[in-house]
C-alpha cells in the first residue's frame, strides 16, 4: 500500500486563531498536494513565553472548542489528522496535559496521547524548562489503527526514551508520529539522529512534525520537519521557513525491509 502523508511546520505564538488559521491553510496545501495523513507540530495552537501562559486555552477533547473545532475542519477536507501536542484540561488545578489527538476524516476523535515524558531542563545560558510544573505526565503507550496501518503516537522529548518507540513497535504500529517544538540549542545536533535511530531500531516510518524560529524572546525552535522510512532515509525535509514536507508512505518497502532484516523478530529483551 502507498500513501501520501504530510508534516506542517510552523511558528506559533500567543495568538491561537492565528495559529489555528495557519494550520488549516498548511493543511489544506497538503490536501491539495494529495496527502491523505497530516501531522501538526507540538505546540501547534499556542505557544507562550511562560509555561503557564497556556492553562487559560486548555479543552476538553469533547468540548468542541475552537482548538478540536479547526482540527476538524482540517479533517473534513478528507484527511486524518494527528494534532499534537494541545492543552488538555485535567483534574489538577495549575496543569494540563500535553496531548495529541488523531482525528478521522468524519471529525472523531479515534484516539489521545498523553505526552509522558516531560522538558525539564537547565542549560547555563543557552535554555530553561520545567514542563512538569504546568503539565501532567501521561501514563499510556498509545496506537491506533488507520486504513494504511497501525500508527504509534509519541510527542517532543519523547523521542530521546527508546523504550517507548520499542513499545509502539512491539503493539504493531507501522508508523510513529513525533510532533516537536525542539530547542535550538539541542534540535541542531540531536533532532535527526534521535528520529532516524528510532525508524532504523523499529523499522518504522516516522513522521516528525516541528515548530521552527523564534516563537517569543524564550522560545527559538529548530524546525526540519521530517519524514525518515524504515531503513533510516530521510524522505522528505521541511526548510527553514514555514510550510509542510510531504513523502509517499509505501508499506511495501517497509515488508521487504522487515524480511530482508527480520531484527523484530531476533529481540531477546
Known sequence: ????????????????????????????????????????????????AHEDDKLPFAEGLGDGGPIVSALREIAGTGMWVVAGGMPERSAEAGKVYNTAVVLAPSGEIVASYRKIHLFDIAIPGAAEFRESRTVVPGTDVVTCDLPFGKLGLSICYDVRFPELYRALSAAGARFVVVPAAFTLH?????????????????????????????????????????????????????PDQEGICVAEIDTDLQDRVRRELPCLSHRRL
Open 186 to 238: 539541542t534540535g541542531k545536533d540531536h533532532w535527526r539522529p534521535l528520529l532516524t535511530a528510532r525508524a532504523i531500531e523499529n523499522q518504522v516510518y516516522v513522521l516528525a512534525a516541528a515548530q521552527y524560529g523564534r516563537a517569543n524572546e524564550k522560545r527559538i525552535c529548530w524546525g526540519h520537519s521530517l519524514i525518515a522510512d524504515p531503513w533510516g532515509a530521510v524522505i522528505a525535509e521541511a
Open 1 to 48: 500500500m502507498k500513501f501520501l502523508a504530510a508534516c506542517v511546520q510552523l511558528t506559533s505564538k500567543a495568538d491561537v486563531a492565528e495559529n489555528l488559521a495557519t494550520c488549516v491553510r498548511l493543511s489544506a496545501g497538503a490536501r491539495a498536494r494529495g496527502a491523505e495523513l497530516v501531522v501538526l507540530p507540538e505546540n501547534f495552537a499556542f505557544m507562550g
